[in-house]
């Protein structure tokens, strides 16, 4: 029997034991047990050589630390969290004023799902291929805006914008992007192989990569997207770490011809998370991360190929999840294909995209060891009228 | 008669007295005095309020403190530096020893030369309108690294990549992209008016925007350059303030439509610098920034205009600046149009694009107050080869 009193603190509960995500709840890093949070501080000397990483205000030295560092503050934690006892001076606190637990460096967004990038090819390319020559090659990726990463719950104003026309006002295809986001650290360096990504990825998080997607639709040609996408990206407030998956871990689907060796995996890093889409309090979608084209591990060496480095504090995200269903699919774009289709929510209302004090909330679980469930914390918005 | 003695620390010189730029050497914030360095913790005494901030090690609560603190700092060090006596503790050192000057927060990168974007239109579309529709209604832009903008005199090695084919190996189309940037400061805000876009631009570098251009042809399409741009952005070690550019104000060339109100000016924004390229001892180009389709005030409209917030420490960038002549532009993509025409330099050497142990340096001036020129320190880097 553990000291800690949570009903979700349970290995059948996607916060239980099994799991223990890092976040910073009133100024301290705190560890997610079950809907609580245990603040690290006040038992900061149980962490030993590590006392000073667990007791910072957000989680930019533990990301710093490095793989040994993080292994070895988790196994106290494990040890600490099951023990019958508290350890002297723990306290458990409410975890609703977790705030963006880390400085985002480097912001990355891929686009890794090859179900996505043809649906969004088909819709904002209907006269070409859906899927461009490069696509099956590597991970097409862009950097997007660090200093617009915000934490889950952070209500996100509609933006203006110009759109097709030319014309200017607040958008009117206000869309969701449901992806997974890895959080980076260990030393800086760069040219990170597949085999050693996994010591430069510190945790994971649920991304809800918001978009305009009429203001995308007439910016993105040729550089990419740009104020489409930077007025807000939401991020789970607790950071599940990479060693809460190891029981989550597939390969990714297979390919039509071989990539190129640097994005040669020599173990599966494709993880099997089943993210669900919350759109006012109907279910619209449960996509599945095990689709995704390319691991983080190719995308990290991917993104230091060319001898970029790798900070920590950044943040690179997965790309859209979506599957080959209607009710696999990962943003409101490809669900009413480019706003022909009309979804209806539990009451009845009809939905395109997103309308003014709509609330969006992704979640997702993987399997965890012992057939326990390991969850990444929800990220949620509500949509706010342009102001 | 100053107290600083440095041949270069006149009127007539880019670092003379009307120019000031800072820098960080040994340390320290410095302001540079023609090719001399002050620094100015050991007379931080004489800023009176602003004497933390002049004492930091990097730029960035200077930047954070505002407009006013920017003038009134600025202003105390025309006096300090024509003074007829050194301020107490004062001491002119080397420049060579100059660092990053301030931590990057975001880097944006604009397109906004006309001519440099239907060259690269001609070239990499060679089948489509070069100038795309949404061109000349918005300033078109993407994020890059921040994480990889190094100081000017730091090696560049040859990246690696993927290019058509697909094949991998070092970069066969290394290219510059000659730009300037602007520097921002002040309190984080979005929807910055271009009436007050100065007082969020703290002042004014070059940038080198090293460009791999068969790793940016094989992967742009469709989320814009990535590996082709990542891997190192050299901007200058001096930061000239905006004030300095009292006199180089221009207005932007005219325009065959109005554009959106938000992207209207009320007042000149362009900036009269000349730039000038060096490769390898040989001037191959002198790019004029007054011809820049839109200014540094629109660019940062435009940025966060969707609500985005603008953070001390953000860098953008104008965009390769090229003219209507081969002698004015601003990359070797253009002048040796892809790579078709060979450019000589002195001593006979040919080239298309950069050789390893090239070495390129960009430098710029503009008119000052009074018949003064005032610079933009220079941004160097020298190719290494692949490792």
Same mark, same amino acid.
């Given at each position: 029997?553990?000291?800690?009193?949570?009903?979700?603190?349970?290995?059948?509960?996607?916060?239980?034991?099994?799991?223990?995500?890092?976040?910073? =709840?009133?100024? /301290?890093?705190?560890?997610?047990?079950?809907? /609580?949070?245990?603040?690290?501080?006040?038992?900061?000397?149980?962490?030993?050589?590590?006392?000073?990483?667990?007791?910072?205000?957000?989680?930019?030295?533990?990301?710093? $630390?490095?793989?040994?560092?993080? %292994?070895?503050?988790?196994?106290?934690?494990?040890?600490?969290?099951?023990?019958?006892?508290?350890?002297?001076?723990?306290? #458990?606190?409410?975890?609703?004023?977790?705030?963006?637990?880390?400085?985002?460096?480097?912001?990355?967004?891929?686009?890794?799902?090859? @179900?996505?990038?043809?649906?969004?090819? &088909?819709?904002?390319?209907?006269?070409?291929?859906?899927?461009?020559?490069?696509?099956?090659?590597?991970?097409?990726? @862009?950097?997007?805006? $660090?200093?617009?990463?915000? =934490?889950?719950? !952070?209500?996100?104003? &509609?933006?203006?914008?110009?759109?097709?026309?030319?014309?200017?006002?607040?958008?009117?295809?206000?869309?969701?992007?449901?992806?997974?986001?890895?959080?980076?650290?260990?030393?800086? %360096? *760069? &040219?990170? *192989?597949?085999?050693?990504? $996994?010591?430069?990825?510190?945790?994971?998080?649920?991304?809800?990569?918001?978009?305009?997607?009429?203001?995308?639709?007439?910016?993105?040609?040729?550089?990419?997207?740009?104020?489409?996408?930077?007025?807000? %990206?939401?991020?789970? $407030?607790?950071?599940?770490?990479?060693?809460?998956? *190891?029981?989550?871990?597939?390969? !990714?689907?297979?390919?039509?011809?071989? =990539?190129?060796?640097?994005?040669?995996?020599?173990?599966?890093?494709?993880?099997?998370?089943?993210?669900?889409?919350?759109?006012?309090?109907?279910?619209?979608?449960?996509?599945?991360?095990?689709?995704?084209?390319?691991?983080?591990? /190719?995308?990290?060496?991917?993104? !230091?190929?060319?001898?970029? +480095? =790798?900070?920590?504090?950044?943040?690179?995200?997965?790309?859209?999840?979506?599957?080959?269903?209607?009710?696999?699919?990962?943003?409101?774009?490809?669900?009413?294909?480019?706003?022909?289709?009309?979804? !209806?929510?539990?009451?009845?209302?009809?939905? %395109?995209?997103?309308?003014?004090?709509?609330?969006?909330?992704? +979640?997702? +679980?993987?399997?965890?060891?012992?057939?326990?469930?390991?969850?990444?914390?929800?990220?949620?918005?509500?949509? #706010?009228?342009?102001?």
């Amino acid at each position: 029997m553990t000291w800690v009193e949570d009903e979700a603190f349970r290995a059948d509960q996607p916060f239980g034991p099994q799991t223990l995500p890092y976040g910073v =709840v009133d100024g /301290q890093i705190a560890v997610r047990v079950g809907d /609580q949070a245990l603040p690290l501080r006040p038992i900061a000397s149980s962490f030993g050589e590590h006392a000073e990483l667990v007791s910072a205000d957000t989680l930019n030295p533990l990301l710093a $630390a490095g793989r040994q560092a993080w %292994t070895d503050v988790r196994a106290r934690l494990i040890e600490l969290t099951q023990a019958a006892a508290a350890p002297k001076g723990a306290t #458990l606190i409410p975890i609703d004023n977790a705030v963006l637990p880390f400085q985002v460096a480097d912001y990355v967004d891929f686009y890794s799902s090859k @179900y996505h990038a043809e649906n969004a090819g &088909r819709i904002f390319r209907p006269h070409d291929e859906p899927l461009l020559p490069n696509w099956t090659h590597l991970p097409v990726g @862009y950097h997007g805006r $660090a200093g617009t990463v915000v =934490v889950s719950g !952070t209500p996100v104003v &509609r933006p203006h914008g110009q759109r097709k026309g030319p014309a200017f006002g607040p958008s009117q295809r206000l869309d969701i992007e449901a992806e997974v986001g890895f959080v980076c650290g260990g030393p800086v %360096t *760069s &040219r990170v *192989s597949t085999s050693s990504a $996994a010591d430069h990825v510190f945790g994971v998080v649920l991304v809800n990569d918001w978009s305009a997607r009429d203001i995308q639709g007439w910016e993105y040609q040729p550089l990419g997207p740009f104020l489409g996408k930077s007025f807000a %990206t939401s991020v789970s $407030a607790w950071v599940t770490p990479l060693d809460a998956f *190891s029981a989550a871990r597939v390969h !990714t689907p297979p390919r039509n011809h071989p =990539v190129q060796e640097y994005l040669v995996e020599d173990q599966p890093w494709g993880l099997d998370l089943l993210l669900q889409i919350d759109w006012n309090g109907t279910i619209v979608s449960r996509p599945r991360f095990a689709d995704m084209f390319y691991s983080f591990a /190719q995308q990290l060496a991917h993104m !230091t190929v060319n001898g970029a +480095t =790798v900070r920590p504090g950044d943040l690179f995200a997965s790309g859209t999840v979506s599957g080959p269903d209607r009710d696999q699919l990962g943003c409101f774009l490809e669900i009413s294909w480019g706003g022909r289709d009309k979804i !209806t929510l539990a009451g009845g209302e009809q939905r %395109t995209f997103l309308e003014d004090h709509d609330t969006v909330r992704i +979640t997702a +679980t993987a399997p965890g060891p012992d057939g326990s469930v390991v969850g990444l914390a929800e990220v949620a918005g509500t949509v #706010l009228p342009a102001s």
